[in-house]
């Protein structure tokens, strides 16, 4: 009969933090998994041991929103799946989801199955899918949905912006109750399509096409309106809804009011939109154009105030990197705004500029530094975010996200309060495929001392090495969301209505 005590690795002088609590405890681990947390476990001849030495041992990151591989209207990503998860293991995230996306006239399925085929065997870290839906027709919603769930996917995107992908209200509503009906979680990028597009022609016909105009092309005004529209349509419906990669005061506010109502209402932000402000688009000559994003960055340090202030009172549900590279020195990447210049302006045309930043590789130690060690939140809360809560939400907890008997053995451990030393951030020691990043030379007080992926050590932080091979990662076939999901009423639900009644 085999020991209940027969480790491949135990993890000694650890502080075990969860998103409950904190623990001064040892963590036994066999094939991958955790089996038992405890004090002086013992250690067999075989089994590796690790001295945390008074470190915070949290669970693995789970970034919840990121684009690997994806390369659209002629630009090209800067990552692929091997060196995005390179990047992300060397951050602490060991578990990504990224998007697999319906082009419009096309099936679901075959693109997720064609994205599955360019991550298979190539990632190291573990990895899952979103799916964007672009067109949600009735085999779609009836049939399609349904058999993504079957693969092990429980969550769509849809935009209300851009041409190729945005969805009407009424399809916006087809999709949420298809949603609602088998369970799923719908994401929403909230942003007024015909806003921005009135603004950009304004902009351009008066020669205003410097890369900081995309924030002029799209106010907080813009985030906001759809937001609140967006909140009404889940409303009517009565379904989960995430907001995606929220910017600004007023949006967060009107998540804040939805989920004091009660609604099953959540909310997601970025590292950027904590830490970083509209200047950085108006950087010397092109420069500005490694920070586009959107939505964008925005001009107000209030913003940024709003931003950790929902982090702090959990308006925000997860805190994610929207990790979606393009490299500046790239003809398909960042200088396309400088290629399609019709102005020839030397600071480059903004419509024609590729939105999207790196940040796989720095979303968990800024979150560390710059909300735990700043006393911004506590050390539960942030693995509410890092990990525990994107987990939950997405159907993989607790297998993901928490450190307990049976959840997989991948955490992250940060230096003791006297052992950490500060790191100033560069892009020449970062592992992803980018060729900048938007924090360079940003200082924060650590960074991931050891990244541990089922029981194996994925990364060093004192030599700054990627130790797992290509083919580490796995796929994780998901569940449904365990937060708090439909109601079974509407206020929009009267004289006896109910939309879902067959």
Excluded at 146 to 155: A, L, Q, R, T
Excluded at 416 to 436: C, F, M, N, V
Aim: with cysteine; aromatic share 8%; proline share 6%.
């Amino acid at each position: 009969m085999s020991s209940p005590f027969d480790f491949d690795l135990v993890i000694k002088n650890g502080i075990v933090v969860t998103a409950a609590d904190e623990t001064a405890c040892d963590i036994g681990v066999k094939d991958g998994v955790v089996v038992v947390l405890g004090k002086n476990l013992p250690a067999g001849p075989n089994c590796e041991i690790i001295d945390a030495e008074g470190g915070y041992v949290t669970p693995g990151g789970v970034d919840s929103h990121v684009h690997i591989g994806q390369s659209a209207s002629n630009a090209r990503s800067a990552d692929d799946w091997t060196t995005g998860t390179r990047g992300a293991i060397s951050g602490g995230t060991t578990t990504v989801v990224a998007f697999a996306v319906q082009a419009k006239g096309k099936q679901v399925m075959p693109a997720v199955e064609a994205y599955y085929a360019l991550a298979d065997g190539q990632t190291h870290c573990d990895y899952s899918f979103h799916a964007i839906i672009t067109d949600p027709t009735e085999e779609v919603v009836k049939v399609e949905v349904p058999k993504m769930v079957e693969f092990g996917i429980s969550s769509v995107k849809v935009y209300m912006t851009y041409p190729l992908m945005k969805l009407d209200d009424k399809q916006m509503l087809d999709i949420l109750s298809a949603a609602r009906k088998q369970g799923v979680t719908t994401m929403v990028h909230a942003e007024n399509s015909d806003i921005i597009n009135w603004m950009t022609d304004r902009l351009l016909s008066q020669g205003l096409t410097e890369v900081w105009h995309h924030a002029t092309s799209r106010p907080a005004l813009v985030e906001d309106e759809a937001t609140n529209r967006a909140i009404a349509l889940a409303e009517v419906v009565d379904a989960p809804m995430l907001i995606v990669h929220v910017s600004a005061r007023e949006a967060t506010r009107a998540i804040r009011r939805a989920q004091t109502r009660g609604l099953p209402v959540y909310g997601e932000t970025c590292p950027h939109y904590a830490l970083l402000t509209g200047e950085k688009m108006k950087a010397p000559g092109f420069e500005g154009a490694k920070c586009v994003c959107a939505p964008p960055l925005r001009e107000d340090p209030l913003d940024n105030e709003g931003i950790w202030e929902g982090l702090s009172n959990g308006t925000f549900t997860v805190f994610s990197s929207d990790h979606a590279p393009y490299n500046f020195f790239d003809e398909r990447g960042k200088q396309l705004g400088m290629i399609n210049n019709p102005t020839k302006n030397p600071r480059g045309n903004f419509k024609n500029t590729p939105n999207g930043l790196p940040g796989v590789c720095t979303r968990t130690p800024l979150l560390w530094s710059e909300g735990v060690l700043k006393g911004r939140i506590s050390r539960q809360r942030f693995v509410e975010l890092n990990s525990s809560n994107a987990a939950k939400l997405y159907g993989m907890y607790p297998k993901k996200g928490t450190i307990q008997p049976g959840s997989d053995a991948d955490f992250v451990i940060f230096r003791s309060d006297s052992a950490r030393k500060p790191l100033t951030i560069r892009q020449e020691d970062l592992h992803h495929g980018a060729d900048y990043t938007p924090y360079e030379g940003m200082q924060v007080q650590d960074w991931p001392w050891l990244v541990i992926l089922r029981g194996k050590v994925a990364y060093d932080g004192a030599t700054n090495t990627v130790k797992c091979e290509k083919g580490s990662g796995q796929f994780i076939k998901r569940g449904l969301s365990s937060l708090p999901g439909p109601r079974g009423r509407s206020d929009a639900w009267i004289n006896g209505f109910d939309p879902h009644r067959e």
